[in-house]
C-alpha cells in the first residue's frame, strides 16, 4: 500500500523564522515521485515540486528548499525567512510506477504566518 | 490564459438534485482527473480519463458519472445530490506518455454545498 504521512496538522510561525514541514512516505515500488502542493486561502491547488525516486539531490528554488531521503523516506520542505504569503495548507504526495499517475495526498500541514 | 479550468466556481443546490461540473485544459495533456477534497481538507482521487478512456476509477457512488468528450475536456456529472457530496472538487491534467509520470496541474476548484 502507499501512503503519505503528515504528522504536523498545524504550524504557526512568526515572520522572518525558517520552518520545516515534515513528510513520511511508504511505497513499495523502486520507481516513484514526489510532489509538493500548496493550497493557499484562496483555495487553488499550486505545484510547487516534483521529484522522481533516482534523483536524491536537495533542491533550492528562492526560499524553498527540499531534503530527500530515501533511506528513511522522507521529502522535507524548508521555508526560509517565512513571510505572511506562506500561509497556506502545504501537501505532499506520492505517485507510485503502478498506480496510473494516481497522486496519493498526505493530510496537509496547515502552516500561518504571523508579522 | 487559463491552464485548467472549471465551471462554476461555486454551486448550491438541493438534496436530491442533479447537478455538473466542467473541466476543461488547454495545456495539450492527454490526462485528465476529479479530486474531491473533504471538508477537513483530505484530497482523494476519484476518476481519471486517458485520451477519453477511463484509466482510473475509484470507489465512488455510482451517482457520480465522469465523461470525456475529448482529450481536452472532462465533466462532472452527480445524480441524486447527498448531503455527503458537500465538497470542494478539482480537476487535474498532465501528460502521460510512454509510461512516464508528469506534474498533475490542478484547476480552481468547484465548492458544491448540498442543503
Known amino acids: 500500500a502507499q501512503k503519505v504521512t503528515q504528522a504536523q496538522t498545524e504550524i504557526s510561525v512568526v515572520e522572518k523564522e525558517d520552518v520545516t514541514l515534515d513528510c513520511v512516505y511508504e511505497?513499495?515500488?523502486?520507481?516513484?515521485?514526489l510532489f509538493w502542493y500548496k493550497q493557499p486561502p484562496s483555495g487553488e491547488l499550486v505545484f510547487l515540486i516534483r521529484?522522481?525516486?533516482?534523483?536524491?539531490q536537495n533542491e533550492i528554488s528562492g526560499r524553498y528548499s527540499w531534503n530527500f531521503q530515501k533511506s528513511t523516506s522522507s521529502f522535507n520542505f524548508t521555508i526560509t525567512a517565512s513571510q505572511v504569503v506562506d500561509s497556506a495548507v502545504y501537501f505532499c504526495?506520492?505517485?507510485?510506477?503502478?498506480?496510473?499517475?494516481?497522486?496519493?495526498f498526505g493530510a496537509g500541514t496547515r502552516l500561518a504566518v504571523h508579522p | 490564459d487559463t491552464a485548467v479550468s472549471q465551471t462554476p466556481k461555486y454551486l448550491v443546490t438541493q438534496m436530491g438534485n442533479d447537478k455538473s461540473i466542467k473541466c476543461e485544459q488547454n495545456?495539450?495533456?492527454?490526462?485528465m482527473y476529479w479530486y474531491k477534497q473533504d471538508s477537513k481538507k483530505f484530497l482523494k482521487i476519484m476518476f481519471s480519463?486517458?485520451?477519453?478512456?477511463?484509466?482510473i476509477n475509484e470507489t465512488v457512488p455510482n451517482r457520480f458519472s465522469p465523461k470525456s468528450p475529448d482529450k481536452a475536456h472532462l465533466n462532472l456529472h452527480i445524480n441524486s445530490l447527498e448531503l455527503g457530496d458537500s465538497a470542494v472538487y478539482f480537476c487535474?491534467?498532465?501528460?502521460?506518455?510512454?509510461?512516464?509520470?508528469?506534474?498533475?496541474?490542478f484547476g480552481p476548484g468547484t465548492r458544491l454545498t448540498v442543503l
Open positions: 487535474a491534467s498532465s501528460q502521460v506518455s510512454g509510461g512516464a509520470t508528469d506534474t498533475q496541474y
Open positions: 511505497t513499495r515500488d523502486t520507481t516513484y515521485y
Open positions: 521529484r522522481n525516486s533516482f534523483d536524491e
Open positions: 504526495a506520492l505517485v507510485g510506477s503502478g498506480g496510473y499517475n494516481k497522486l496519493i
Open positions: 495545456l495539450g495533456h492527454d490526462t
Open positions: 480519463y486517458n485520451n477519453k478512456e477511463l484509466i
